[in-house]
């Protein structure tokens, strides 16, 4: 079934404000601690090796020195605060291997968040992923070490425009993309991720559905649906830079290499594609498949991660880097758990509306 209309903005919209953080509040509430040597010596390097051999593929020797000091700081500082730190699939591997506590896709995230037992919950990833954890976890200080780090698709739309969408489209049920703010999600129905986008959107037994905000993954669960799709013109800016014609020359050059797309890749790329889903669903195809060679059109640190893994499998490019991910560091994560920065803060109506839609999509899997 195509897509039924697309809208959305006509020109480009200038970023979002920053978003909400609560200043030097939870310093105040759990106070600062000292700052740990960084020093790289012996010990360091004996009490950091298991660590070490986990991402000895992708991280070269010379510049584990520069990220062990960080690792053990963070790790030791972890159990100090009593908190987590859940890691996105884009982040590097030193932060996904070596001191998350959590891994996966923005389901997952959202699922573990809602199971921590912690005081205090460190979000790798972008902002609206801490607001998502803020949002299941009322009662728990979340902290996101770079305020800076956006996304595309979650400025590509605002809470005004969702409210302005039902006045146009009366009585036709919104289904959001996690990756949007607090305040979308509020307005929203329920949330969906690309891994249960379609089972989403079939549970409203509805025959129209208003889509938001990624234009390309609506395109994908409707070519899938036969539920009418009303699609926002919001794009992830990592996946819509791949092109047919790149994915088309890789092909050309080993014919019996696995293409595998993340649905937030134009049309033209998934067409190209042995295989499409969500980050998850991407790491578990190679798991499960294990490829000679494969191209994950995607970010490029999840083919490190899961090289970090899987030693055997040779991971192609192209990827495309996300910049807002990788604002993420160890340093920022250090000073993070030192200083309690940058906590987020999510106004407590709109969080209760949001949490509504967050937990009716976590309800369906269960
Ligand atoms: S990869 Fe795309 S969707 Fe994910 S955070 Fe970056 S810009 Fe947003």
Known sequence: MPIVETVGPKTARSPLPLPEIAGDNALRRFGALPTPSLQWNAEVERETAPLYARVKNVVPPNEWPFFAPYVKAINALKRERNAVILAHNYQTPEIYNCVADFTGDSLQLAREATRVDADVIVQCGVHFMAETAKILNPDKTVLIPDRK??????????????????????GVPVVTYVNTSADVKAESDICCTSSNALQVVESLGAERVIFLPDEYLAKYVASQSKVKIIAWKGHCEVHERFTGDELRQVRESDPSIQIIAHPECPPDVLAEADFTGSTAHMIDFVRQRRPKRVVMVTECSMADNVQAELPDVEFVRPCNLCPHMKRITLPKILDSLLHMKEEVVVDPAIAAKARRAVERMIDLKR
């Open 149 to 170: 780090a956006g996304c595309s698709l979650a400025s590509s739309i605002t809470g005004d425009d969702v409210r302005l969408l039902r006045q146009r489209f009366p």
